[in-house]
Structure formats: structure tokens, C-alpha cells
């Protein structure tokens, strides 16, 4: 899934600054460089809780990590100050989410949180267009349901080393939020392409509801639904820049 995110990050960045210039690749080399950062402390933190779910992951020592969030730092700064002051602001959240705030309830808030600073970041640096209001609110909603559905799916990995949501108000309440929440995307999809009037965006909808349905009468379980939602933001996000 890795893989997924480098490929979601260069076709987001591809498609909204419209060319490859001297920004684009130092902007490409920051937000893959953060993104990696991230994953790799992650999975160094949480190693073993992975060992326990039977996952083997590529370890890489803190001094390679830390390596990562230089060259993320060092790229931004030489776009502009503006684009370091943001990947700063991630790089904190990231390292207070590893650290701390994944093993707490409100620890999906801060992932979302610093994902939609991610997008928001195309803006200084291939301009602030329309589309960016509405890829930052799309990428906030989808991955705070995302991340609800992954802290459901790892409730009995993570019951005895964190409180997440799902610990917190139970797998029941958080299937519920789940479920909830989804409907609340959906409204607001239809709400945008009253606004934006897309064919591809209103083919995109479709696509949406179709799936979400076929969750809601339980043809598929959360752990495909987490899959079925960043394909559904990669999708989104095509919709959206097409």
C-alpha cells in the first residue's frame, strides 16, 4: 500500500500543477520524502504490534528516518518558506502521532490533520485554484473515515497497548460512525457537483454510492472497505483535476 500512497502523491501533484518544472520536483522529492518518513517511524514504533498481527515490515533505524525528514525540510525550503513552514507544522504532527497520539483516542484527528496540510501545500506552490478547496476537504473526509475504519479493524491487536477510538466507544458505536459518516460524504459529493456541475465527477458519485452500498449490505467486510476508500480518494482526485 506503500506504493499506493507514492502513486496517489505523484498523480495528485502531476495533475494540479499541470508541469514538470524545477517546484514540481523538488516538491515531488519533500512529499514523498515526509510521506516515507512517516511510514517508516510507524512501522518502527509499532513494530511489535505488527509482529503480534503476523505482518513483517521493512524496519529502517531512526538515523535513516531522520535522514528522510532532512532531505523532506531541505527540499521545501528551497521552494519557498512558506512550503517549509507547512512541511514543519506536518513533520511535528507526525512525529507527535507516532509518539503519542496513535496510542490515544483522538489520534485519527492528527493523521487527517496532516494529510489535508499536505494537499493544502499545492497551493504556494502552483497557485491557489478552486479545485484546492475542494481536494482538501475531500482528502480530510476520506481519511478521517479511513482512519476510523482501520482503528475498528486492529481493535483486538491494539486493546492492550493504545486507547483508539474503536477502544474507546466500542466496535458497535464505531461501525455506526463508520456508517454515519459515509452518508455525510456522500450528501456532501452531491452537494459539490450541484456546485461544480462535473459529468466526471457526477460519474464518480455513482461509482461511490454504488460501493458504499454494497458495504452497507455487508457484501464486503472494514478491512476491504479501507482499501475501497483510497481508491475511491485516488478516483475522487481524478474526478476533481480532470
Do not use: W
Not at 143 to 158: M, Q, T
Request: proline content about 1%; glycine content about 4%; hydrophobic content about 60%.
Amino acid at each position: 500500500m506503500r506504493l499506493l500512497n507514492i502513486l496517489i502523491t505523484l498523480i495528485l501533484i502531476l495533475l494540479y500543477s499541470k508541469q514538470i518544472d524545477k517546484d514540481f520536483i523538488l516538491f515531488l522529492i519533500s512529499g514523498i520524502s515526509i510521506l516515507l518518513f512517516a511510514n517508516f517511524q510507524n512501522d518502527y514504533v509499532d513494530r511489535e504490534i505488527d509482529l503480534r498481527k503476523g505482518k513483517r515490515k521493512l524496519i529502517i533505524s531512526p538515523g535513516l528516518q531522520l535522514a528522510l525528514l532532512v532531505i523532506s525540510l531541505l527540499t521545501s525550503f528551497f521552494i519557498s518558506f512558506k512550503v517549509f513552514f507547512l512541511f514543519l507544522i506536518m513533520a511535528i504532527l507526525i512525529n507527535f502521532y507516532n509518539l503519542i497520539a496513535s496510542k490515544k483516542p483522538y489520534g485519527f484527528l492528527i493523521t487527517t490533520l496532516v494529510v489535508s496540510i499536505g494537499i493544502f501545500s499545492l497551493g504556494p506552490v502552483f497557485g491557489f485554484k478552486e479545485s484546492l478547496i475542494y481536494l482538501v476537504i475531500f482528502a480530510f473526509l476520506f481519511n478521517l473515515v479511513r482512519e476510523i475504519v482501520k482503528s475498528f479493524i486492529d481493535y483486538d491487536y491494539d486493546y492492550y497497548y493504545r486507547e483508539t477510538l474503536a477502544i474507546k466507544i466500542s466496535k458497535s458505536n464505531t461501525r455506526l460512525l463508520i456508517k454515519s459518516l459515509l452518508v455525510f460524504i456522500l450528501i456532501s459529493l452531491i452537494f459539490c457537483e450541484i456546485l461544480i456541475k462535473s459529468l466526471y465527477f457526477l460519474l464518480y458519485i455513482l461509482i461511490f454510492a454504488f460501493l458504499i452500498i454494497l458495504y452497507f449490505l455487508n457484501f464486503y467486510s472494514e478491512k476491504i472497505l479501507s482499501h475501497v476508500l483510497k481508491l475511491l480518494m485516488l478516483l475522487g482526485f481524478l474526478s476533481l483535476l480532470l
